[in-house]
């Protein structure tokens, strides 16, 4: 070494930078009018930049919180129910039904007893004439099912609380019409009028009656079509999103592609909805108001959102992790799986949950699909006949009778909380995998 | 083949003919020919900008991945065209290992970084060996004694010279044929650069190497071959103590000696 020393090599060599004579120069002089003036522009410009900042999220929140406590004030009642006391006599009713046929057959020793006749004469009796009318229309079925529970309460009096009729509810919670208010008034004197929790309410489906409609079908609608449009539109888009980044070569196809999908994010929805009734149902005939429709329709919706935002976040993947990858010896599939997608992975969710979150509330296009019918039980699978919460809301929010103002805020509610806890899952998903390192 | 004539090639591990590289329509590697030993380690020195870092990238077909580089000319690794069509890329930058100009640790922790490559080419079974493997690789990169504590930490999260020296031992943890090394310590202190260039000689031998750097003490100290580069032109290549002290071309001396850069 030390006679490499002695060669050419110098101990540390010059940079070839021309050595120029230093200028002469002023020292910069910070305290002058201009200088000081800048200072405070320049502060004064930090100050107003961070109070509009402030400012709009206080409005925003102002907002939200405006939104959220109107719509509990008015939904909560949703979920309560009015329920008259009633006592049924049922040695001396009209039933001629035997205690031990019940116990032994369940439903089959109920049948052709007229159990809607007797609680409408024990209403009628004990509630005074017109106390029929005073009670739910499904209030026997009430009966119905304590009587199953317990046949042994046919051997005796029993006493019932039934849901009142919509317009003692309305009048109940203080928003009614003046002779109902009366028929409360008598019936509180009495001491029969209490305010129960609304089972019904939370199990379930539409209805005529606003006391007797629930949630539950709509609810599940929305569920069964939230999942097939995410088991179809988060692979695909993803996976969609992964071949437009690291397969496809660029080209004038890629562009146009890259250009449809962009267009597709903006087209309005209730083309959509248009698309899917001309292909889902009159091509392929599938089934009319289906949970499978919505969910293919609102799939084809949210997909373009997951392609872009898996682009972006696929993007913002340093090259250099790729050549990092490649360097040791990783196949391109392994760079994707292994290290560009589980870094993309937050970015990817943010983009779902939006597009979740967009047709979570979507009506336009599940109109056109035929998902507003009025269906009275819940679906039981993805071809059945569903609606959908925002539809339901729809529906309820379009009706006369004052009974359904409550129930289409209560809805909103359902609705809202269902799209925190999507959102939820999705955010803790998210946080799970953006353990950075 | 015979003994002798295996021996024979083996001295010579990468063979590059006529090599050209165009990035578009500018040629940034122009029509360079070289040997590259099995046995020595050979050194890349020349002025920033002058095509080392493409010309080593070429060797393990990492230009592939710049969507307007081409690579014109023959590169053969034991003989055979690694620019074939029935070349395949994965197993080659597997056999040719390489430490980047920039560290570029995975954002993982610093055991998944060197265990990664093991783990995906089947090199260890179990976790014992693999465990086994990083100990030994860190230890080889002089990084063992300053993590050993902390494998399961961000790789991202050690100094600069730290990651370097965890891309080093992520490189020979798959137990390349050769390792390419882009400037492997431009962003070491003198004691980590000592400790890289002790794992040099150490490898030197068991893997044919090739070196960037920009550091000519370096390139005199650990290396036997050297290709000094010029505006994408290999200007001249030769055993490292003849180019040192006694080189051919006025530009090469120029260089060497600081005249410019
Ligand atoms: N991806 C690229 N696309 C286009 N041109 C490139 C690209 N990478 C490198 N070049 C150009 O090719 C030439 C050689 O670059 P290269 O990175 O090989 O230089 P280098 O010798 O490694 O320099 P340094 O010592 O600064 O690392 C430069 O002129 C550079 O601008
Ligand atoms: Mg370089």
Redesign the interface.
């Known amino acids: ?1 030390s ?2 020393n002695a ?4 101990q540390l ?4 930078v021309d050595a120029h004579e230093p200028v002469a120069r002023k020292p910069t002089d910070w305290r002058t009018g201009s200088m000081q003036g800048r200072i405070r522009r320049r502060y004064a410009a930090e100050r107003r930049f961070r109070l509009i900042g402030a400012g709009a999220v206080v409005l925003a929140a102002a907002f939200l919180a405006f939104l959220l406590v109107t719509m509990f004030a008015n939904g909560l009642r949703g979920f309560t129910r009015t329920e008259v006391a009633l006592d049924i006599d049922f040695p001396r009713s009209t039933l001629i039904v035997d205690q031990t046929a019940v116990q032994r057959f369940g439903e089959q020793g109920l049948a052709g007893a007229d159990l809607q006749g007797v609680v409408a004469a024990a209403a009628n009796a004990r509630l005074g004439p017109g106390g029929a009318a005073l009670l739910s229309d499904g209030a026997w079925v009430e009966v119905r099912r304590a009587i199953l529970e317990d046949p042994a309460i046919l051997s005796g009096v029993h006493r019932f609380e039934l849901p009142a009729a919509a317009a003692i509810d309305v009048a109940a919670k203080g928003d009614g019409a003046a002779d109902a208010e009366v028929q409360v008034a008598r019936l509180r004197e009495r001491g029969l009028l209490s305010t129960g929790f609304n089972g019904q309410f939370l199990t379930g489906a539409d209805a005529t009656d606003p006391t007797a409609v629930g949630i539950w079908g709509a609810f599940k609608g929305s569920l069964l079509t939230m999942l097939v449009t995410l088991a179809l539109a988060f692979p695909i888009g993803v996976l969609s999103a992964v071949y437009l980044e690291e397969y496809a070569p ?1 080209n004038r196809w890629t562009d146009i592609i890259e250009v449809s999908i962009n267009n597709l994010a903006a087209v309005p929805s209730i083309i959509f909805g248009l698309l899917g009734l001309a292909i889902f149902l009159n091509v392929m005939n599938l089934p009319r108001s289906a949970p499978i429709v919505g969910g293919l329709t609102l799939a084809l919706m949210t997909m373009p959102v997951i392609v872009i935002a898996g682009r972006n976040a696929i993007k913002a993947v ?14 391109p599939v ?1 760079v994707v799986f ?2 560009v997608l589980p ?1 993309a992975l937050p970015g990817i969710l943010t983009g779902t949950i939006i597009g979740m979150a967009r047709a979570l509330g979507e009506t336009a296009p599940l109109l056109m699909i035929g998902m507003r019918a009025f269906i009275s039980s819940p679906p039981e699978g993805l071809t059945q006949p569903a609606t959908v919460l925002p539809v339901q809301i729809f529906l309820w929010s379009d009706e006369v009778s004052r009974g359904f103002v409550e129930k289409t805020s209560a809805a909103i509610i359902v609705l809202l909380v269902f799209l925190l806890a999507m959102n939820g899952i999705a955010i803790y998903l998210r946080n799970r995998f953006e353990k ?2 | 083949m015979t003994t002798q004539a295996a021996d024979a090639a083996s001295s010579t591990k990468i063979v590059a003919r006529d090599v050209s590289v165009f990035y578009g329509a500018k040629k940034a590697i122009d029509a360079v020919s070289i040997d590259i030993d099995q046995d020595h380690v050979t050194a890349f020195i020349g002025p920033s900008g002058c095509g080392k870092s493409t010309f080593l990238r070429s060797f ?1 077909r ?1 230009n592939d ?1 710049i ?1 307007n580089a081409r690579v014109e000319g023959s590169i053969t690794l034991d003989g055979k065209d690694i620019y074939s069509s029935d070349m395949d890329v ?6 040719v ?2 430490v ?1 100009q ?1 560290p ?6 610093i055991f998944e970084n060197v265990a ?2 093991p783990r ?2 089947g090199l260890a079974s179990g976790r014992a060996e693999l465990e086994e493997v990083v100990e030994k690789s860190l230890r080889r990169a002089g990084l063992w004694e300053e993590v050993k504590d902390r494998l399961n930490e ?4 050690l100094s600069g010279g730290q990651q370097q020296r965890l ?1 080093i031992a ?2 020979i ?2 137990d390349p044929e050769v390792i390419l090394m882009d400037e492997p310590a431009s962003a070491l202190d003198p004691i980590a650069t000592a400790r890289i260039e002790e794992l040099i000689h150490e490898l030197r031998g068991r893997y044919a190497i090739v070196i960037v750097t920009h550091n ?2 370096q390139a ?2 650990v290396s036997q071959r050297t290709a000094f580069f010029h505006l994408g032109h290999l200007v001249e290549y030769g055993d490292t ?1 003849a180019i ?2 006694n ?1 051919k071309q006025e530009r090469t ?1 120029d260089y ?6």
Request: aromatic share 8%; charged share 20%; net charge positive.
């Open positions: 070494m006679e490499l060669s050419l090599v110098p060599p010059i940079v070839g660029r340093p090259p250099s992790i790729r050549d990092a990858a490649l360097g040791v010896g990783a196949s392994q292994h290290h870094l950075r390192w | 393990n990492m991945t969507p994965v197993q080659l930058r597997a056999r290992g390489m980047f920039k570029n640790p995975f954002p993982k922790s990664y490559g995906i080419h961000s790789g991202t999260a891309c992520r490189a943890a798959v000519m003490q005199a100290r103590r040192f002290t080189p001396k060497i000696t600081g005249r410019y850069g």
